[in-house]
Each structure stands twice: as structure tokens, then as C-alpha cells.
Nanobody
Framework: QVQLVESGGGLVQPGGSLRLSCAASGFTFSSYAMSWYRQAPGKERELVAAISHFGTVTTYADSVKGRFTVSRDNAKNMLYLQMNSLKPEDTAAYYC????????WGQGTQVTVSS
């Protein structure tokens, strides 16, 4: 079965950096686009970044463009999100997503940006 396991979240000061990872299993990772979403308390889940199955095409939410970078390693079935210049408004639970025949989500990893 499809499994997505996120890691790498934590508490960071404004201006700091974090790298999130998502370990994928149960499907042919290199055949699917992958995405990162986030959800802050009281807000809807929003798309942060997406990457095509070979990693040649990436898209970002306007709020993170120039600060976040999504990447993947198809040999390791891993998805990454490098987050730089973090802001308090980036505080949220971050989720890895794949849509095969339906949407699958990981359990999420919490990112808190605070001084």
C-alpha cells in the first residue's frame, strides 16, 4: 500500500532554514508527480510546491517562490523541500502528497517559525 512518511520539521527562528523529507513506498515513485502541502491552524490546506515525475518541472505557491525548493531522488524514492528565509507565516503542518488512483497523504511534519 502507498505510504508517505515526512520528517525534518521543527522549531526555527525567522530567517532560518529547514529541509523536509518524504519517504515514499508502495507505488512506482518515478512515475508520479509529487507535491508538498501545508495547513496552518484554522486555515485550509494549501499547495506549496509540486514536482513532475522526472523532476524537470516544478511549481510553487507565490508565497514561497524564491525561498523554497522542491526536489526528488527517484533512485531513493525520496521527496524533499528545502525551505530558506523562513517566516512566521510559514508555520504549519507540512504534508507530502501523491495522486495515483486517489490522493494519498503522509502524517505530516510540524514546522514552527518563531523567535
Amino acid at each position: 500500500q502507498v505510504q508517505l512518511v515526512e520528517s525534518g520539521g521543527g522549531l526555527v527562528q525567522p530567517g532560518g532554514s529547514l529541509r523536509l523529507s518524504c519517504a515514499a513506498s508502495g507505488f512506482t515513485f518515478s512515475s508520479y508527480a509529487m507535491s508538498w502541502y501545508r495547513q496552518a491552524p484554522g486555515k485550509e490546506r494549501e499547495l506549496v510546491a509540486a514536482i513532475s515525475h522526472f523532476g524537470t518541472v516544478t511549481t510553487y505557491a507565490d508565497s514561497v517562490k524564491g525561498r523554497f525548493t522542491v526536489s526528488r531522488d527517484n533512485a531513493k524514492n525520496m521527496l524533499y523541500l528545502q525551505m530558506n528565509s523562513l517566516k512566521p507565516e510559514d508555520t504549519a503542518a507540512y504534508y507530502c502528497n501523491v495522486n495515483t488512483m486517489r490522493d494519498y497523504w503522509g502524517q505530516g511534519t510540524q514546522v514552527t517559525v518563531s523567535s
